[in-house]
DNA sequence: GCTTATTTATACGAAGCGGTACATAAATCA
DNA sequence: TGATTTATGTACCGCTTCGTATAAATAAGC
């Protein structure tokens, strides 16, 4: 029950026991790169955009639902090119979820750098974030930090660390946003930039968690919009 | 891949083609209830203790994680037994879902009815959903609807149904506490209790996702008695 | 050409899964 | 007592799961 989540232990691997390292991407000269001219067969696959779909299925399902049958038909490699690439099937979900942060990250960036007032900031923020949990061939796939922290992921510590780190990242991205707002004069002296950083990242986890459960869109806009005029003294 | 959670469609069960369900509770004469004397061997378990360890397994590992060996073990019935008694997973996963709304809307009732002003009304009702969400022998556990609402238990319509209600029955009881605080002048004319509502409930949901990644207790009371000043316009 | 390096493709194996047949046990009813 | 009813315990079934052993394919280096 607890053991079945840390599997045997994974034998020596016969021959070669020196690097038995799964490879993943080997060194590869920095990246003014030309055509490499690597050694053996080349790979029929890139690690970009298979580590992409592997994402599209692990946010879909979450990681036990997921079998190594469906990331292989999602990637289009098939079981042992995935193990070479990515290690076994916790490592490929670090390896999505990593993937995942810094592509969120990145959006979070750019809408911060934009530098607007605070109001149209946030209706900006909850836009994305309501764009991200929403889409999805087959329905709303909510929030994967969520769905990582929520699910039997925690059990393991690396993974528990990561969604962490996510939580509190969005908490200190919306204190900054909040704190600046304030120096600005666009937020009342009196506000606490810390408490309305935690209920901007609460309003994210529970849109992320509607949207899952497939509450209508329009339900989601109006708990953002009403959360935005009490954040703002509405 | 979506089939897989619909599996075969049991069998007409050999014989008895006619009363095929898995009995559950019999009607049971009312609830003045001595010893009915049931007709055949008795049983060895007690329905209510057996789901309340069905629950305890599905609230720590999830619907996909949680195999029915494990239920078996938690409940000490064996698999026959459980099938006879609650009928297949899912059913048994619908079942301890319901148990555990019981139990929760229960506390949330004891609250309201015990009538006292709204913060420390606000301070018992996540004192309570603290107790909960910290509670389990091995760490933290969150809140079932969450984690279910989160999980692949949503891509089953019922289950997903009883999420919903779940988390409207919540924004349900946070409104008609903020909307009788407002008659009673204890909250600003101007104030909107829905939109404070789905704030009260997004801090219970954040609460929730947080004790699960096991954050510090005393974050997640700082989080609550932040929350708790800005919607009563601290 | 042959050797070496790297990846793909097939296919297997041990373990785990959900569910059920079947025989046994323990109670009531006649 | 024996028939009937209900629950248990064992053992099994077919299927899926994750991971890997092995062989074939495709490239570079010589």
Not at 118 to 145: H, K, N, Q
Request: net charge positive; glycine share 8%.
């Amino acid at each position: 029950m607890v053991q079945k989540r840390n599997p045997p232990a994974p034998r020596p691997k016969s021959a070669k026991p020196g690097l038995a390292k799964p490879a993943a991407a080997r060194p590869e000269p920095p990246s003014g790169g030309v055509p490499p001219k690597r050694r053996g067969r080349p790979r029929a696959y890139e690690p970009d955009v298979a580590l992409a779909r592997a994402l599209d299925v692990f946010w879909k399902d979450g990681f036990a639902a997921t079998s190594l049958d469906d990331l292989s038909a999602a990637t289009g490699m098939n079981r042992p090119s995935l193990y070479g690439a990515f290690g076994d099937k916790r490592e490929l979900y670090k390896k999505t979820y990593e993937s995942y942060r810094n592509r969120a990250r990145a959006r979070m960036g750019e809408v911060f750098a934009a530098d607007m007032p605070l109001r149209p900031m946030l209706e900006r923020i909850y836009g994305i974030a309501l764009e991200m949990y929403l889409s999805g061939e087959d329905g709303p796939r909510g929030c994967f930090t969520v769905m990582t922290a929520a699910s039997e992921a925690v059990f393991d510590p690396d993974i528990r660390a990561m969604a962490v780190s996510g939580l509190v990242e969005m908490d200190r991205f919306f204190a900054r946003l909040f704190r600046t707002a304030q120096e600005r004069g666009e937020l009342a002296a009196s506000a606490d930039p810390q408490a309305l950083a935690s209920l901007a990242s609460a309003t994210i986890h529970t849109i992320a968690i509607r949207a899952r459960a497939r509450m209508p869109r329009a339900d989601l806009e109006a708990i953002v919009n009403g959360a935005i005029d009490v954040m703002l003294r509405g």
